[in-house]
């Protein structure tokens, strides 16, 4: 070591100033005395002899405990006395003395003289001359040699103290930094340390890696260099600024190739040499990133999921279905190519192939594929679904997903991954709730077309039938029209006939010529009916304020006579007061006469038929004929207005009838703006009520 020398030097001074043979100068280090230099004015070789001597090896430098007891220069160095002139046959007296005396007696030393270093109090070393001959310690002293000598000899050791020091130090210096550069090479950040005109003057492994930079070609460069062209600038001013924190949570760091690396910046700053320095931190953020972007497009996913499996539960035409199967299954999943095989119905094996394009067209082109049995049976007995190895890459990026329900496949999905990729396991999730889904909306799209197609043939049945109800009414208006005035004409004719206009008739010509007008009065009437029925509105009807009363009286008249003949009593009971009803006194004569005629066909033998009327609110007066009769059933006490309608069951007319005389008295009250309706009880009775506007 460099500073050993100096205690050399300081032994060769002794051996010239004090003409000493030999010099030997050792330093305390710890607890232990170091012998740092040995120099003897006899032969460069002496010194090694000497050593050998002592230790019987040879040693460069050799030590001592520092210890009293055991050792000779630990005693001379702590009994801390200046001793001149010691012979060296006295040594064998002190503590380990005897091998020292052999030593200094095998180059001819007689005699040693010790000099005990001390720096307050403290011992530094320990200098010891020898010389052959007694020395003139008197002219030492009075030249005071021994006091410069001191000096020298302690301020040397503690040079070498102090470069010692210094130099253990700066290993431990020199390792903490080996080791701090360590870390910051192996640490996760990457690391750069800049100066004030942020110039990068030192950057860890990590940067070089997540740069792609050489050392030289960034150290002394801005570290704008680093940062894309448009940010550069606001980086560099506020990093030259100084301060400390995170700087920016989505900054960019630009490869040496050009590629942008997400980065979270931090720095700190430091001094060192008086200089500002800043530290600034880049953490890589592409992982985070990606975990972030993996999230997004998971949620974006789901979100897509969420709004097919809502548009298919609310699709009803397959095509609709298909097409946000074949998008949905696009979207959720990363993929090259979407297909489906549907089934064909009634067709074992056989399905047909439908892509996206396909869609598209405005014609839906069909192809059709023969499944192998074995596929079909595999995808109808695995109700999952399963990846294949595309073969000429390995990568696992063909999912097959059956659509199936109640263990029926009706379709097989199939979904082609990128040829590079595959798929992940919660693609493969989505896809299996997408195509669960859609199997229930294409089933449900199945039933809805049938339906529909049921619904259609209805519809075309009901049209047909109102078309030919119409064709009906037209022929029967007009047919009853053609006939209403010949019918008119015979009866004039018959009457003429009756009233002998033209000449007597005798009884039986009388006879047969009544029951002809008899006759053609019913005929007539039923002609008058199916006209009313058909064609009646206000607009026939001559409106006038009609007295109740009357019009019951003259209804009564006109049917007391088939009542009479069926011992049945007809009781009229109108309240008091009744206001006149507004109507067409003819047609409404005909409605109370057609509800007592058919309360007289329904009773039985001897019944009640009671005709009453009563004023129901301030502008309506209800007329009704109640019977005891055979009652209708409920259900039916609508349907009897219809034309044609007749309840059902062997009921024992005692006149005919076609079911027209109600549909008639509904057309006329309608045309009256009034109401008409009917109660009863099987078997008990029936009773009409008729319900007019008030003659105001
Ligand atoms: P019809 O000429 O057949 O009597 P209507 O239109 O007058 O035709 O009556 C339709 C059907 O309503 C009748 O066939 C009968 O079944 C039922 N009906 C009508 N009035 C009564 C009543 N008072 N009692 C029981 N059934 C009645």
Known sequence: MESYRLLEETCHMALELLGCDLAWLLAVEGEQLHSRALVSAKSSSAADVFLWQLHG???????????????????????????????????????????????????????????????????LGLLVLATDTFADAAHWQQAHFIEVLTAYARTSLQNVRLAISIAAREAQMRADRDFLKRVLDTMGD????????????????????????????????????????????????????????????SQQLITRFGRAVPVLMSRATTYSDGVEHTILVLSDLTEQKLREQALERQSERLRILNQAVQALGAAFEQKDVIALLLSAARNVAECQHV???????????????????????????????????????????????????????????????????????????????????????????????????????????SLYQSLKQRANALQQAYDELREAERLKDNLLQSLSHELKTPLHKIIMQLQILDDEMYGSLNDDQHHSLRAALRWSAQ???????????????????????IDLERLASQAIRKVRMLAGELQLEITVRLSPHLPPVRGDERHLLT??????????????????????????????????????????????????????????????????????????????????????????????????????????
């Not at 990846?387 to 199939?414: C, K, M, R």
Request: net charge negative; with cysteine.
């Open 339 to 445: 297909q489906l095989f549907l089934s064909v119905p009634d067709q074992a094996d056989l399905f047909e192939v439908i892509t996206e394009q396909d869609l598209q067209e405005p014609e839906r082109n069909t192809s059709f594929v023969c499944l192998e049995q074995a596929a079909v049976e595999q995808a109808t007995r695995q109700r999952h679904s399963w990846l294949e190895e595309q073969a000429s890459t390995g990568h696992l990026n063909l999912l097959t997903l059956p659509l199936t329900v109640a263990d029926h496949l009706i379709g097989v999905l199939e979904v082609q991954a990128h040829s590079e990729s595959h798929f992940s396991r919660d693609e493969v999730e989505f896809l299996e709730n997408l195509a669960a889904a859609a199997a229930a909306a294409l089933e449900r799209a």
């Open 523 to 545: 005929l007539a009437s039923i002609v008058d009916e199916i006209v009313i029925v058909q064609a009646l509105s206000a607009e026939d009807l001559h409106f006038a304020a």
């Open 190 to 249: 990457s690391l750069l340390v800049l100066d004030e005109e942020a110039h990068i003057r030192y950057v860890n492994n990590r940067l070089l890696l997540m740069s792609g930079y050489a050392r030289e070609e960034l150290y002394g460069n801005s570290v704008g260099m680093l940062f894309p062209a448009e940010a550069r600038e606001t980086i560099v001013r506020n990093l030259q600024r100084g301060g400390r924190g995170t700087l920016s949570f």
């Open 591 to 696: 409605v109370i006469e057609q509800l007592l005629d058919n309360a007289i066909k329904f009773s039985p033998e001897g019944a009640q038929i009671e005709l009453s009327a009563q004023q129901d609110s301030a502008d309506t007066v209800v007329v009704c004929v109640r019977d005891h009769g055979i009652g209708i059933p409920t259900d039916q006490l609508e349907r009897i207005f219809e034309r044609g309608y007749q309840v059902e069951g062997g009921i024992t007319r005692r006149f005919g009838g076609v079911g027209l005389g109600l549909a008639m008295v509904r057309r006329i009250v309608e045309a009256h703006n009034g109401r008409v309706w009917a109660e009863s009880a099987l078997g008990e009775g029936s009773a009409f009520y008729v319900q007019l506007p008030i003659w105001t």
């Open 57 to 123: 090896k040879a040693a460069q430098h050799s030590s001592f405990p520092l210890n009293v007891n055991t050792n000779l220069l630990a005693y001379l160095l702590l009994s801390d006395e200046l001793r001149l002139n010691l012979p060296i046959s006295e040594l064998r007296y002190l503590p380990d003395g005897v091998r020292f005396m052999r030593a200094f007696g095998q180059l001819r030393h007689n005699y040693i003289h010790i000099l005990p270093l001390y720096e307050s109090g403290t011992p």
